[in-house]
C-alpha cells in the first residue's frame, strides 16, 4: 500500500512538471487572453476547467501557473539548500565558538515564522518573481542550515574525517569530499519536503498579491480571483487550481517521507564508510 501511494505521488509530481515544461503545447488557450462574451462558463470540451471572470480559459492558466510556482519552488529550494549546506557542514567542522554564534544566529531567524521572514523580505526588495523566490528561499535556509549540521555532528567525529585532516587536507576538501557526501540523503529528504512548503508559500504570498505580478498566471493569484469574487457563481474557478495545489504540495511530502525513510533504512543497515577516491 505505501507503494502504491509513492508511485502515485511520484507520478502526480512527474504530471505537473511536465505540463510546465511543456504549457504551450498542453494548453490550447492563451492564459492571459480575455473573452468577456465567454465569462464564468463552467467546464466543458472547449474549456476543460471552464473560463473565469474576465473569460479566461482556466485549464491554460492551471497549466501555465505550474510554471511560475515550480520555477519559484526549485530556486527558492536551491538557494535554500546551497546557503543551508554550506553554513550548516562549515559550522558543523568548525566546532567551537564560531559554531556556537553561527547557530544562536540561526536560532533567532528560527524565531520568526517561516511566512513572516519571507514577508519582510520579499516587501523589503518590492515583488517580482525573482524577489518571491530569494524571499521564500531565505526563509527556508535556517532549518535547512539546523538539518546539515545536526547531519553532520556524527560524521566529524568519525575515524576518516581524522584520517583526511592527518593526511594534510584542507577544511574545503575535508567538508565537501567526506561530510557532505554522507549527510546528502537526510538532506535531499528534507529539501524534497521543502519544495512543497515552497510551493505553497509562493501560492500564499500570490494570495496576499506580493507573488508573480498579473496578467501572468500563478496558482496563489487565481486562488485569490476566484474565492474574493467568484466562489459561488463559479466554484471551478478556485476549486480546481486549489485541487492542484493540494495534490502537488502532498506529493512532495509524500515523497519528502518515503525517501527519509529509506535512508533511514540504509544507514541502520550499514554504518558510514569513508567515499571512495
Known amino acids: 500500500m505505501k507503494h502504491a501511494v509513492t ?17 504551450p503545447i498542453i494548453a490550447r488557450h492563451d492564459p492571459v487572453e480575455q473573452d468577456v ?9 472547449a ?6 471572470g474576465f473569460g479566461r480559459d482556466v485549464f491554460s492558466r492551471v497549466v501555465h501557473g505550474a510554471r511560475a510556482s515550480l520555477t519559484v519552488g526549485f530556486g527558492a529550494v536551491a538557494l535554500a539548500g ?16 564560531a559554531d556556537l554564534i553561527v547557530q544562536r544566529a540561526v536560532d533567532v531567524l528560527m524565531g520568526f515564522p517561516f511566512l513572516v521572514l519571507a514577508l519582510i523580505v520579499i516587501v523589503a526588495l518590492a515583488p517580482s518573481t525573482l524577489s518571491l523566490t530569494l524571499a521564500i528561499g531565505l526563509g527556508l535556509a535556517p532549518h535547512t542550515a539546523r538539518l546539515a549540521r545536526s547531519a553532520a555532528l556524527p560524521i566529524v567525529e568519525e575515524q576518516y574525517v581524522a584520517a583526511a585532516r592527518a593526511s594534510g587536507a584542507g577544511p574545503f576538501h ?15 529528504a528534507q529539501l524534497t519536503g521543502y519544495f512543497g512548503a515552497a510551493v505553497a ?17 500563478s496558482w496563489g493569484r487565481m486562488l485569490q480571483e476566484g474565492t474574493r ?22 506529493s512532495c511530502a509524500i515523497l519528502g517521507d518515503t525517501i527519509r525513510d529509506a535512508t533511514q533504512r540504509e544507514s541502520a543497515l550499514s554504518p558510514l564508510q569513508a567515499p571512495d577516491r
Request: hydrophobic letters at 60%.
Open 37 to 45: 462574451e465567454r465569462r464564468l462558463e463552467s467546464p466543458s470540451r
Open 174 to 188: 575535508v567538508v565537501v569530499f567526506h561530510i557532505l557526501p554522507n549527510t546528502a540523503p537526510p538532506i535531499v
Open 201 to 217: 508559500a509562493e501560492a500564499a504570498l500570490s494570495f496576499l498579491g506580493l507573488g508573480v505580478p498579473p496578467p501572468f498566471p
Open 47 to 52: 474549456h476543460l476547467f471552464g473560463t473565469d
Open 7 to 23: 508511485f502515485i505521488a511520484a507520478a502526480v509530481l512527474g504530471l505537473v512538471v511536465v505540463s510546465a515544461v511543456f504549457a
Open 229 to 250: 469574487a467568484y466562489f459561488e457563481a463559479a466554484p471551478w474557478v478556485t476549486l480546481l487550481p486549489g485541487l492542484v495545489l493540494s495534490l502537488t504540495v502532498m
Open 82 to 97: 546551497l546557503i543551508g549546506v554550506a553554513v550548516g557542514l562549515t559550522t558543523a567542522y568548525a566546532g567551537g565558538v
